[in-house]
């Protein structure tokens, strides 16, 4: 019942804007991601709380991993059809929405999510 709420809430938040630009990862990673992870992307977004568990900061990404941004790894987080990302089923699976936005090109399904990893690449800690 809680996923679904989210979903629903998140659905809101989605239909309420219009499709972000699939060059822009920062207008994607806002209709997508922000609800969740916060606008600085520190997992403080206004659906955070109701969340069983936290949102990850991204921003800290780079240096859970040694100093090298795991931008594969995120991209496959986005990307995944299969595995429940983060170990939970809350966080939207958001490979095949991003892809259907877009029906008529598989590619640009994939150019949204390479534009929204390197987008969280720019807001890694230093």
């Not at 403080?44 to 941004?69: E, I, Q, S, W």
């Not at 892809?99 to 807001?123: D, H, Q, W």
Request: net charge positive; charged share 20%; hydrophobic share 40%.
């Amino acid at each position: 019942m809680r996923f679904l709420l989210l979903m629903l809430a998140a659905g809101g938040l989605l239909a309420a804007q219009e499709i972000p630009s699939p060059t822009s990862g920062k207008e994607m990673f806002k209709a997508y991601c922000a609800a969740c992870h916060g606008a600085e992307a520190k997992g403080d977004g206004p659906v955070a709380p109701v969340l069983r568990v936290r949102p990850t900061d991204l921003t800290l990404l780079t240096k859970k991993h040694g100093g090298k941004f795991p931008g594969a790894e995120v991209a496959k987080e986005l990307s995944s059809i299969y595995q429940a990302p983060h170990g939970s089923k809350e966080m939207p699976v958001w490979g095949p929405y991003l892809s259907y936005v877009s029906p008529k090109s598989e590619a640009v399904g994939a150019l949204r999510i390479a534009n929204i990893v390197k987008y969280i690449e720019t807001l890694q800690a230093r």
